[in-house]
C-alpha cells in the first residue's frame, strides 16, 4: 500500500492511523468484505484497523514522505505548502461541501 501516517514519527504498527484521504492499495489483498461494518472510532481509525493484517502486520505499505500535517490533524497536506509535499489538500473560496465534492486534483 502507499499511505500517510496521521501518527507523526511513530514507527510502531500498532500507533500508526493511516489517512483516508489518499492511500493506494491493490484490492485484492483485503479480504471482500472488510470495509463493512466499522471497526474505530472514526474513519481513520476503522481504516487502519481493517488494513492492520493483510497490509501493515507484514510490512506492505511505503510511506509518503513529507504529506502527513505538521499538527495532530489527520488531513493529508494540511497546513503545507504546495512546493513543500507531493500530496495537497484544500478546498477552494465557496463552501465546503461544494456540489458534495472534494474539488481536489490529484
Do not use: Y
Amino acid at each position: 500500500g502507499l499511505l500517510i501516517n496521521c501518527s507523526l514519527n511513530s514507527t510502531k504498527t500498532s500507533e500508526f492511523k493511516i489517512h483516508t484521504d489518499f492511500f493506494a492499495f491493490k484490492p485484492e489483498v483485503l479480504p471482500s468484505d472488510v470495509f463493512l461494518n466499522p471497526t474505530g472510532r472514526d474513519a481513520e481509525d476503522s481504516f487502519t484497523n481493517d488494513i492492520h493484517e493483510a497490509i501493515l502486520n507484514k510490512g506492505n505499505q511505503r510511506w509518503i514522505p513529507g504529506a502527513a500535517s505538521p499538527d495532530t490533524a489527520c488531513r493529508a497536506g494540511r497546513k503545507r505548502k504546495f512546493n513543500e509535499t507531493p500530496i495537497s489538500h484544500f478546498h477552494p473560496s465557496g463552501g465546503l461541501m461544494r456540489h458534495f465534492t472534494c474539488p481536489i486534483p490529484f
